[in-house]
């Protein structure tokens, strides 16, 4: 899938992107059109272009309720750098979480072991 939305490795064909997005949801042109008030032939032109403005992108994704940024990153080699705050207080959380559970396993052990006696 990766390679499918890449213009000959120069870059990402946004174009094809929004295509592929819209046969696999069964999106209609003109229901989006009329959604984001533009004509369909505005959104079947939108499918042709391989790059997009950032602007047309966020109005795409609030209309449709989808992140297509999330997307083109996803289409990016994973060693380009990022701002990784967000995933580290994540990951912290889940490793506090996981934890506090082995915690209480053993707590709960301890509680039918007596509870046994």
Do not use: C
């Not at 995933?87 to 559970?101: G, N, P, Q, T, V």
Request: glycine share 2%.
């Amino acid at each position: 899938m990766k390679n499918t939305y890449l213009e000959n490795n120069d870059g990402i064909n946004f174009g094809a992107l929004l295509e592929a997005y819209f046969k696999k949801n069964r999106i209609f042109k003109s229901a989006l059109a009329r959604k984001i008030n533009r004509k369909d032939s505005v959104i079947a032109a939108y499918q042709k272009r391989p790059s997009m403005q950032s602007s047309i992108i966020e109005e795409l994704s609030h209309a449709m309720k989808h992140n297509f940024f999330a997307d083109l990153a996803d289409l990016l080699p994973e060693s380009y750098s990022k701002d990784e705050t967000k995933w580290m207080e994540r990951d912290a959380r889940i490793a506090s979480l996981e934890k506090e559970i082995e915690i209480l396993k053993a707590e709960k052990e301890v509680l039918l072991q007596v509870l046994r006696k």
